[in-house]
């Protein structure tokens, strides 16, 4: 009987915004006091530390706040525990997967189908200069609109969202404030990420005026 002995590991990339996998094997992490791994492109890595026989540390540069994150985990749940997922503090974008294989997988794939969905039903599949970019910024947009922390400053929290090529535009329904957002770059993806608030202000009696956005960023 052919056993497994490896845990599969999946984390996003802080730099390119892609998973990279990677097998662990369960030897490895009992003797090393610490295991590393780095995406192909060279810019993000993970590391794994055994703190003693029975808690790791994980630490991970986040791609939704900016900041570098540390995660514990026990021995027997990287052993025994089919997935263990770990979610940015800040954002709640998922960060990290470690567990059985083809789990790990299914649940990157399932990500990953979420956003080819969306792009298929509003039918930009070759319209966007990043695609998997604007996703994640309309997500991020539509957390903080959750949050009652998209509104503009004569009050109003309609606001209308257009989809541009490297940009989401925002705009008041009831002044006509706007805003826009780049999305084109993984850099535009992390300023987004680091946002708390987004502001629409200026002229709320005319609608041909010039408008500005204030976006306040989470602390550090």
Same mark, same amino acid.
Request: aromatic share 10%; hydrophobic share 35%; proline share 0%.
């Given at each position: 009987?052919?056993?497994?002995?490896?845990?599969?590991?999946?984390?996003?990339?802080?730099?390119?915004?892609?998973?990279?996998?990677?097998?662990?094997?369960?030897?490895?992490?009992?003797?090393?006091?610490?295991?590393?791994?780095?995406?192909?492109?060279?810019?993000?890595?993970?590391?794994?530390?055994?703190?003693?026989?029975?808690?790791?540390?994980?630490?991970?540069?986040?791609?939704?706040?900016?900041?570098?994150? =540390?995660?514990?985990?026990?021995?027997?749940?990287?052993?025994?525990?089919?997935?263990?997922?770990?979610?940015?503090?800040? =954002?709640?974008?998922?960060?990290?997967?470690?567990?059985?294989?083809?789990?790990?997988?299914?649940?990157?794939?399932?990500?990953?189908?979420?956003?080819?969905?969306?792009?298929?039903?509003?039918?930009?599949?070759?319209?966007?200069?990043? =695609?998997?970019?604007?996703?994640?910024?309309?997500?991020?947009?539509?957390?903080?609109?959750?949050?009652?922390?998209?509104?503009?400053?004569?009050?109003?929290?309609?606001?209308?969202?257009?989809?541009?090529?490297?940009?989401?535009?925002?705009?008041?329904?009831?002044?006509?404030?706007?805003?826009?957002?780049?999305?084109?770059?993984?850099?535009?993806?992390?300023?987004?990420?680091?946002?708390?608030?987004?502001?629409? =202000?200026?002229?709320?009696?005319?609608?041909?005026?010039?408008?500005?956005?204030?976006?306040?960023?989470?602390?550090?």
């Amino acid at each position: 009987m052919l056993i497994d002995t490896s845990v599969t590991v999946a984390y996003k990339c802080s730099s390119c915004g892609g998973y990279i996998f990677f097998d662990v094997s369960y030897f490895d992490l009992l003797s090393k006091k610490k295991y590393h791994a780095a995406c192909c492109c060279n810019n993000s890595r993970i590391f794994i530390f055994k703190e003693n026989f029975r808690d790791y540390k994980l630490q991970i540069d986040c791609i939704g706040c900016g900041n570098n994150h =540390t995660y514990s985990i026990k021995r027997k749940d990287i052993i025994g525990k089919d997935i263990s997922v770990f979610s940015c503090p800040v =954002t709640g974008i998922q960060q990290c997967f470690i567990g059985n294989g083809d789990l790990v997988r299914n649940k990157v794939d399932s990500l990953e189908k979420e956003m080819d969905a969306l792009i298929d039903k509003l039918g930009y599949d070759n319209y966007f200069k990043n =695609t998997r970019v604007m996703y994640d910024s309309l997500n991020r947009i539509h957390d903080i609109a959750e949050q009652g922390s998209l509104v503009c400053e004569c009050g109003n929290g309609d606001i209308e969202l257009s989809l541009l090529s490297d940009r989401i535009y925002m705009r008041c329904r009831k002044c006509y404030a706007t805003a826009e957002v780049r999305a084109a770059s993984n850099e535009d993806l992390k300023e987004l990420f680091a946002v708390r608030h987004i502001f629409l =202000t200026g002229n709320e009696n005319y609608k041909g005026s010039d408008s500005k956005s204030f976006l306040q960023k989470t602390d550090g």
